[in-house]
C-alpha cells in the first residue's frame, strides 16, 4: 500500500547489497533524488554512468511521450550490459505493473526475469498491485517481502505466493514480513 515502505526498502537494499552494478528504471525522476545520484537520460549517459555502478535511467530525453518502450529500451540494455562483465547486478523497476498483465509481460521484461541469472542480473521490483504481475514474474520470486496490504485481490496474490495473508494485512506502516520461497522461512522486519 501507498507509504507503507516497499520503494524505501528496495532502495535501501541497493545501497546495502554488493554488487557489480545497479540499474534503475526510474520514470518518475524520484529515486535518483531519494539515492542522490544523477540520472542517466541519453545513451551516452548510460555508458558512462556503468563506471559508477549506478545506472539510473529516466527516460523522458529519449522516449519523450513513450514510457513503454523505454522500459522495453532499458531492460534490453541492462540485460545487454550485464553480459559486458562479471558480477552480479540489479535491476530495479517500481510499481512493476505498470509494465506487465497477469497475462502479458514484454518481451524484454521476460528475458531479465527468466533468464537474467545467466548474465548474473537479477530482478527486484516493488508494487502496491501484485495482482497485476504475471506469474512468469511471480513464479521466478525466491524472495517475497510484504508491507501492508488491505486490497483483497493483493491479499489473495502474496499469499498464493506463500505470504501469510492475516499478517501481511496486520503489518503497521513501515513493518515488513519476508519469506524465502525456497526454504520456506520468514522474518519480520522495520524500516521506520
Not at 27 to 52: N, V, Y
Not at 81 to 96: C, F, N, Q, T, Y
Not at 109 to 126: H, I, S
Not at 159 to 183: C, H, I, K, M, Y
Request: hydrophobic share 45%.
Amino acid at each position: 500500500m501507498t507509504g507503507s515502505g516497499k520503494t524505501t526498502f528496495a532502495l535501501n537494499y541497493l545501497q546495502n547489497v554488493s554488487a557489480a552494478c545497479r540499474f534503475v528504471f526510474d520514470d518518475l525522476g524520484q529515486c535518483a533524488i531519494r539515492l542522490r545520484r544523477p540520472h542517466a537520460s541519453t545513451a551516452a549517459e548510460l555508458e558512462a554512468a556503468l563506471a559508477t555502478r549506478w545506472v539510473i535511467f529516466n527516460p523522458h530525453r529519449m522516449f519523450e511521450g513513450n514510457v513503454e518502450g523505454a522500459f522495453q529500451f532499458f531492460c534490453r540494455w541492462a540485460y545487454d550490459a550485464s553480459r559486458r562483465g562479471p558480477g552480479k547486478k540489479i535491476l530495479l523497476v517500481d510499481e512493476l505493473w505498470k509494465f506487465c498483465t497477469p497475462n502479458q509481460i514484454p518481451k524484454e521484461l521476460a528475458t531479465v526475469a527468466q533468464t537474467g541469472r545467466v548474465e548474473n542480473l537479477e530482478l527486484l521490483t516493488a508494487t502496491q498491485l501484485p495482482h497485476k504481475i504475471t506469474a512468469s514474474i511471480t513464479g521466478q520470486s525466491t524472495e517475497l517481502v510484504c508491507f501492508r496490504l488491505d486490497e483483497a485481490l493483493a491479499l489473495d496474490k502474496v499469499e498464493e505466493l506463500g505470504a501469510d495473508r492475516a499478517a501481511v494485512q496486520s503489518l503497521p506502516l513501515g513493518n515488513f514480513v519476508a519469506w524465502n520461497r525456497l526454504t520456506r522461512s520468514s522474518l519480520a522486519g522495520k524500516l521506520f
